[in-house]
């Protein structure tokens, strides 16, 4: 119970009480806004529980690869696969499978389960991909069930079509951060008294965090300043620069932990002193620690998308009569998931994935995810996205790049003033970017060939994206998004003046100060981060609890 009070502070720097995606980004150094012709819009989950409360649910693990790399990069054995998927495990409350696969939990908060797809289409990318003839409707259930998360340490060498496991429970709802804290806080003993010491402070945006100085000893963080107020975040859809915001303060009785993502973490550690010296004595921020990775060696996934569209609808499709509109209440589909939970809102937007190993991967892992559907469509994010209606005829195919070569993004701040947005650029393709596009025009043309095989009523298809007419790799740089930034915070090995945390989620240079969020990866892990962030705050438990000598619960 005594750990709590360390988490109460990473608590209560979550903001917002409603849901908004709200982040305006620029690609590149240009100008830019809200619009698709001007930029990207790059979502970000300003709530409680982040941006696990508005994402795809998805829910992969990485390559095996991917964490020996931070365990070899950082000498520490504790990252190892055998050990973080210990921690996946805690994690888990696996609906999918039959109680016992090894490898999986049951009996954790975040409840996960998954779903079948479209069978022409995927008996013809398994031909393609795998060499596999799909003759019997078993075999093609088989390959629909194939579990990704399975325990082995090679499984991304296994190219072909999977399940894709969703953190929803088995009311479907979003689970994970959010209705763990909510579950923790409604938790009463027998008198109706709260068991966990936790508060949750809403509307709060963390502007910095306190430091005392002491002679001979590193800066010690005691506290955190916050403004409290009402949709205060320059680039919340709900923002007025005239609102109003009080700065209070809440003092730490051992730690204090920042998890304000890949985008924010950055920023709060320089508001309070920590980051590169030139870009703080520039605003006139008092250097608490020097730390030039403060901000930088930002990654992303690439994600491209294949759009194309059929001669004939695609039969059966779940959405087909839903209005995506929370205020009609007729709409058939939302009555059926008020009425028992069922239906198709309680859906992943992915029904089909698969993964494949391009050209240019530099190891033996397939290094394309391949996410999509049939009567749906995905194309990134511009003001409106998730309600785009589009024939039943549509078919699409994500493509997400995983083990991207750039790390060249940054995010610097405009001013010290809280409210302000940071100035985040992803200088994409910068490093490794001819390699990086070419595994994706690879998978683009992959995947155009399994529509043509997927024969006629079908075909011929009309290609949509990318777009027709440009050379390949330009058309999907032209259109190329993401919504997986990471590391901005990047760990290191000890000693490495660069580096912003240890293995151990402690920031250089300082004492009491934790960063537990995906800021921290030294690479992408994998193709999608949401997992391997949980399961290293489930690490970030252990290392706390044993850092303070506390039982484990
Ligand atoms: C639309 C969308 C779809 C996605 N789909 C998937 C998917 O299907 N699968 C997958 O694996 N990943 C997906 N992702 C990515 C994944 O959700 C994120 O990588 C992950 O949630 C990052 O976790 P985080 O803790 O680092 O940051 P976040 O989840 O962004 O959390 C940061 C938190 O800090 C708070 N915060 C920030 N600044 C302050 C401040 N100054 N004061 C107080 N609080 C602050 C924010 O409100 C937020 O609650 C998606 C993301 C988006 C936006
Ligand atoms: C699959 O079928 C094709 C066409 O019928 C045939 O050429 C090929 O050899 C078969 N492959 C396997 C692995 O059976
Ligand atoms: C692990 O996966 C690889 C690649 O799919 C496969 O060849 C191997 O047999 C699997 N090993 C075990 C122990 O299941
Ligand atoms: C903010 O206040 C000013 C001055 O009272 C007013 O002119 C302006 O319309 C207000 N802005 C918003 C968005 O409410
Ligand atoms: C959509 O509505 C039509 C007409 O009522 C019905 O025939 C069809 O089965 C519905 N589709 C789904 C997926 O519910
Ligand atoms: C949503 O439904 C409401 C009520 O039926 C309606 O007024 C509104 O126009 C609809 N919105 C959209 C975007 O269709
Ligand atoms: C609400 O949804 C129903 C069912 O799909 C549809 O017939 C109706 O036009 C919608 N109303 C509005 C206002 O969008
Ligand atoms: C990749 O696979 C080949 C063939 O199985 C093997 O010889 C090689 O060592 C593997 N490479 C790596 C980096 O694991
Ligand atoms: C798909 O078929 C069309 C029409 O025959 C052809 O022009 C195109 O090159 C094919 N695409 C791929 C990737 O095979």
New binding site residues.
Partial sequence: MKFLTIWSLLVS????AHQT?DEYVVIGSGPGGGTLALGILY??????????E???????LPPDNDWRYIASLTDDDSWRPEQMRRYFMELERNEYLPEGVPGHGYDGYIAVTGRPGVVKLVEEASRMIEGINISSTQELNDLLNRDMNRINTSRYEEQGVYRFPVHIDNLKRRSGARSRIADTLAAVDENGDPVYPLTLSTH????KVLFEHRPDRKPRAYGVE?LQGEAL?SVDARYNPNQTATAQRVYASKEVIV???????P??LKLSGIGPAEELQRLGIPVVVDLPAVGNNMRDNYEGGVVVQANVPFENNPFANCTYNLSNQSDPCLTQWKNDHTGPYGEGGAPLTMWYRSKQSQNNDSDIFFFGGASAVFRG?FTGYSREQVPPSTFYWSMVKMKPRNAAGTVELRSTD?REAPLIIFNYFEQGGDEDLAALAESATLALSIFNATGAPYTPYKVIEPTPGIPLEQALKDDMFS????STCRMDPKGDRNYCVDSRFRVNGVDNLRVV???VFPIMMGG????P?FIISRKAYHVITADHGCSLG
């Avoid at 720097?13 to 917002?16: L, S």
């Avoid at 709530?47 to 696990?52: I, R």
């Fill in positions: 720097v979550a903001v917002g995606e979502p970000r989950g300003s709530t409680v529980g982040g941006s696990s508005v994402n795809g649910m998805n829910w992969a709060s945006l963390a502007s916050y975040y998890a304000g993502g890949s985008f924010n973490t920023q709060i994010y809280p919504h997986h930034v990471s969020d995906a800021s999608f981060p949401v997992g962030t």
